[in-house]
T-cell receptor, first 111, second 117 residues
């Protein structure tokens, strides 16, 4: 059974820092990996999707990498801003066609 | 304006009542999903549907029911058999692409917060 882990569960940093968020998964047989953002009391917003054949994806200040063989992905946030404060969730899709989510990491960027 | 809508935003249920949560999408997506989110638990899949008039149980389907009579609508009923229904419920949709491992990016609605009184 696929398990997705995000450590740490929470992170508080000063504005301007470059950040690395980690995601690990137990079964490397995945089709894709997705990173989402969730603001308090809101739905999820898709940030980046990496297909299994890709190594990384970039969108603005965000860069996500995927190492399928080691079961790891990282989300890199450059020059963090208070508006980046949210919970970030990682999810993988495997052969069952369903997404398996991590529990998320709550990020606080202090001005 | 394309997207996914969920209603109501807040819902209160008395013991023994069935309640129905609405989810509508105008993205022309084939696949739709219902998730439950509890504090510290992440998202857990309740039901999903890849085509009209067909749906599959997810990981925590007990006490819930769904229907998919129209492509754009996927309502979720929380029955009295669900013993702990207080949670945040999220609906999502995606293009169903069997040749690419099944699905593409999932798009989420704003959620419904259900509270049992």
């Amino acid at each position: 059974k696929q398990e997705v882990t995000q450590i740490p569960a929470a992170l508080s940093v000063p504005e301007g820092e470059n950040l690395v968020l980690n995601c690990s998964f137990t079964d490397s047989a995945i089709y894709n990996l997705q990173w989402f953002r969730q603001d308090p009391g809101k739905g999820l917003t898709s940030l980046l999707l990496i297909q299994s054949s890709q190594r990384e994806q970039t969108s603005g200040r965000l860069n996500a990498s995927l190492d399928k063989s080691s079961g790891r992905s990282t989300l890199y946030i450059a020059a963090s801003q208070p508006g980046d404060s949210a919970t970030y969730l990682c999810a993988v899709q495997g052969g069952s066609e369903k997404l398996v989510f991590g529990k998320g990491m709550k990020l606080t960027v202090n001005p | 304006d394309g997207g996914i809508t969920q209603s109501p935003k807040y819902l209160f249920r008395k013991e023994g009542q069935n309640v129905t949560l609405s989810c509508e999408q105008n993205l022309n997506h084939d696949a739709m999903y219902w998730y439950r989110q509890d504090p510290g638990q992440g998202l857990r899949l309740i039901y999903y549907s890849q085509i009209v008039n067909d749906f599959q149980k997810g990981d925590i389907a007990e006490g819930y029911s769904v229907s998919r009579e129209k492509k754009e609508s996927f309502p979720l009923t929380v029955t009295s058999a669900q013993k702990n229904p207080t949670a945040f419920y999220l609906c999502a949709s995606s293009i169903f692409a069997p040749g690419r491992g099944g699905t593409d990016t999932q798009y989420f609605g704003p959620g419904t917060r259900l509270t049992v009184l």
